[in-house]
Nanobody, 128 residues
Framework: QTKLEQSGGGSVQAGGSLNISCTVLGSFFGSECMGWFRQAPGKEREGVAARYDGGGDTWYADSVKGRFVISRDRRDTVVLQMFNLAPEDTAMYYC??????????????????????WGQGTQVTVSS
């Protein structure tokens, strides 16, 4: 059984940087397709970044492209580095894994469909 445990995040002023980590506990099977999602109050959850180790691919939402980086820090940890943060980046951030790789092999790797294992969520707050 695989569990995703998140750490990091917090509060920062606009223009600052934060990292959030997602550690895979248990079996690594199915952790090659990983994504980061966020949900702001009153808004739907949206994908911000994803990576597929099998193909070496990464994807980013237009709103974070050039400011966020998704990387694998260790075999068991995926990190979302966030630079030049803005107040509109304030949200609860979730990591997720797709054990069937269907999301990463689809044309919409940032869509929620396919991700079947979720972290507990980490708050990121950016003040102006």
């Amino acid at each position: 059984q695989t569990k995703l445990e998140q750490s990091g995040g917090g509060s920062v002023q606009a223009g600052g940087s934060l990292n959030i980590s997602c550690t895979v506990l248990g079996s690594f099977f199915g952790s090659e397709c990983m994504g980061w999602f966020r949900q702001a109050p009153g808004k739907e959850r949206e994908g911000v970044a994803a990576r597929y180790d099998g193909g070496g691919d990464t994807w980013y939402a237009d709103s974070v492209k050039g400011r966020f980086v998704i990387s694998r820090d260790r075999r068991d940890t995926v990190v979302l580095q966030m630079f030049n943060l803005a107040p509109e980046d304030t949200a609860m951030y979730y990591c997720a894994a797709d054990s069937t790789y269907s999301a990463c092999l689809s044309t919409r790797p940032l869509a929620l469909i396919g991700y079947n294992n979720w972290g507990q969520g980490t708050q990121v707050t950016v003040s102006s």
